[in-house]
Structure formats: C-alpha cells, structure tokens
C-alpha cells in the first residue's frame, strides 16, 4: 500500500479549488488583458486595479499561466505609455518644488479599455505602481521571457515614483490618506529594488532608484515600526493584514529576521481568528469580516518563516470560504469587529464582492508554495465575457 503524507493528503484535497480558480481567473481576463476586480460587485464591475492585478498576474504566473499574466502586464505598460505626458507634467511639479494637487496623481483603477472612468473614487494611492513593476519582473525571472517587452513602462513607473513615494496617500483600503503607510512602503521598496534588477533603466534613474529604496527602507525601520513589528503607518502602533505581504510575497522584509518573525506574529495575534484575517482591528467595510486573500498572505509568510503547518491551515481556511457555485469572497462574516455597520454597506453596494479574483489568486499563489500546482493548458482559452462567466 502507497503512503501518503498527511499534508500531500490534505493538498491533494484542495487541488481541484486551486486548478477551477486559474480557470476562472483567465475566464474572466478581458480581451485586452486586464483582470476584473469582481464582475458582479456593483462598485468594482468594470474596473481591473494595477494593486490587485498585479498580484493576480503574479498568482498566475507563479500557476505557469504564462500569457496570462504576460497580457496584463502588456495592459499596464500600455496605460503609462498613454499616460507620459501626464507622468512628465507630474515630475516636473515636484522637481520645481510645486508638487500637483493629489487629483493630479495617477488613477488607482481603469476601465478594462484603459481609461479613469467617471464615478469618483479614492484615487491617489502609489502602491499599485510599485507593485506592477515588482510583479512583471519576478514573472520575467520565473519564466525566462524579455523585459523590453515592458521596459518603457517600467521605467515611466520609476520616474513617477521618485518624484511621489513620499507623499502621504490612500492606503490598500482607499482610507487613511493623510499618513504614508508601511505596506505601500514596502510595494514601493519592491519596485525599486525589480526595477533597478530590470536592468531598464537609465543608469541616473537606476541610481535613483535604488537610493530611493534604501532610505524608503530605513523610514520603514525608524517610524515604520511598534515593539519590533511593522505597523499600520509611520508613527502607528497599530498592525494591518496587509503587512503581511511585504514578508511575502514581496519579501521585502525577511520572514526570518526578528521584524520579519516579531510581524507574523502581531498580525496573527492581534487580527487572526482560526484562520481566518481582518483588516485592522477598527475596521467597519461590511462589519469589518474576514479576508481569505488576507488569509492566504499570512500562510505566505508562514512559509517564508519555515512554518509549514501554519501555512497549510491557513490555505485551508481559505478553501473553507468557497461559495458552492466555487467562488471566493472578498470577506466572510465571521467574527465580525463591527456587526452593527455590516448592513448600511450592503444596503450601499448589495452583497459581498464574489467572486473577488484577488481571493482566488492568493489562494493559486500559496497553494503554488505548498506544492499543488494546476495544469496549464498550452494554448489560452478565450476569455469570456465577465458577464457570461459570472452566469
């Protein structure tokens, strides 16, 4: 009789979830190569974020969905090029040491064909920027596929961001924007170092670049941290879920330093509850439930850390989520920290977004780590409409 071991036995339940969500995920992927954050949720249906969809592409990638992630970044390079004008108008503000209003700033979502779009939202946030190029990067090393393709991208992304990564702006959550927050920090710090390794920039700029990393790294460790953990923002004492992915999979922080370890640590203790992460501990968005991507961040940290275990339980918790049509949710209303503000926001904007991709891509990505990867077919299927494939 074959043995299996208890944790292939426990991967090898899951893999069918792992493989429908790559399917789903380039199901979904418009045409044009950007990744809908939910096709059903009424204040997302539409728009495709570069945070999110960086972070989908790399689960994607990461899954050997090659094209995939490839034509997403091909829709991000596009949108700076269309952007340059823009970019040039932005960086000389600040080098002339008049710096334009936050609305000035680049958009934090588009439309699938590449525009702002028309309803407001809470638009200044950096991060994703830091992020796209971090994410086409690691796809490029993983799967040995040129640059160029996206350099002048990459380097219109390195301009934006020296002249604006010390500006206060919305966090992940759209919230908070008067402070500079540790996790965009640390996609910022990603994207600096991938860019610099890139080997597309200029040498001025790749100096820049890299010094502009450095001290975005001492601001992390001088104001950026509470009794030896990451904190929500510079002069916090607080932790956010989000903290989690500048361990991994950025892996700004090493898992195994006393930051990277003393951080895991605080964010389990003060936001995890059996499995399952919140946001931060004042959140309210839908009674402030709990976030399998979040969930799955945490397993990823656990694994940079060498705890295994703890990653498979929280891959699991995650799994554990899935609607029986096989989606993932964006949160679950378990252990909510605000019951009582659960109802005004689906009044607001109805149901919990499901599917949200970004679930599913975490879940793809951790799963990866721990050993279950899906089979990729060699030629792409054609992407769906998002409303066929939310039917």
Do not use: N
């Amino acid at each position: 009789m074959t043995h299996v071991a208890p944790d292939r036995a426990r991967l090898d339940r899951l893999a069918p979830l792992v493989a429908s969500s790559v399917a789903l995920i380039a199901r979904l992927q418009d045409d044009g190569g950007a990744y809908p954050a939910s096709p059903t949720f009424s204040a997302y249906r539409g728009y495709s974020w570069f945070r999110d969809g960086a972070f989908i592409a790399d689960g994607m990638s990461a899954a050997g969905s090659v094209d995939s992630a490839s034509r997403f970044f091909d829709w991000c390079a596009s949108i700076l090029e269309e952007r340059r004008a823009a970019i040039g108008e932005i960086v000389a503000a600040e080098a002339a040491g008049s710096p334009l209003a936050d609305e000035r700033m680049l958009a934090t979502r588009f439309t699938f064909d590449g525009r702002e779009g028309v309803d407001d939202w809470w638009d200044f946030q950096t991060d994703g920027y830091g992020t796209w190029v971090w994410a086409v990067v690691e796809h490029a090393r993983r799967h040995d596929v040129p640059l160029e393709r996206w350099g002048e991208g990459i380097r219109l992304t390195a301009d934006y961001l020296l002249a604006t990564w010390r500006r206060p702006c919305y966090d992940w959550w759209e919230e908070h924007p008067q402070h500079v927050h540790v996790s965009t920090l640390g996609c910022l710090i990603a994207g600096f170092e991938a860019a610099v390794a890139s080997g597309q920039l200029a040498p001025a700029a790749a100096t820049a670049a890299r010094a502009a990393a450095v001290e975005a790294r001492a601001l992390v460790v001088e104001r950026g941290t509470h009794e030896g953990h990451l904190a929500k923002w510079l002069g916090s004492t607080e932790v956010d879920g989000s903290l989690a992915a500048v361990i991994a999979p950025l892996g700004v922080i090493d898992a195994t330093s006393a930051l990277g370890l003393a951080s895991i640590r605080a964010i389990d203790d003060a936001l995890c509850v059996d499995g399952g992460v919140h946001r931060y501990l004042h959140d309210t968005f839908y009674g402030g439930g709990q976030w399998p991507l979040l969930s799955c961040m945490l397993g990823l940290a656990h694994a940079a850390a060498g705890d295994r275990e703890r990653a498979l339980a929280q891959l699991e918790w995650a799994a554990a989520t899935v609607t029986a049509e096989g989606w993932l949710p964006e949160q679950v209303p378990d252990h909510l920290l605000a019951p009582d503000r659960r109802a005004e926001w689906i009044e607001r904007w109805g149901p919990v977004a499901t599917p949200l991709l970004w679930s599913h891509a975490m879940l793809v990505r951790l799963a990866g780590e721990l050993g279950i990867m899906p089979a990729i077919p060699s030629a792409p299927t054609p992407p769906a409409s998002t409303q066929e494939a939310a039917q």
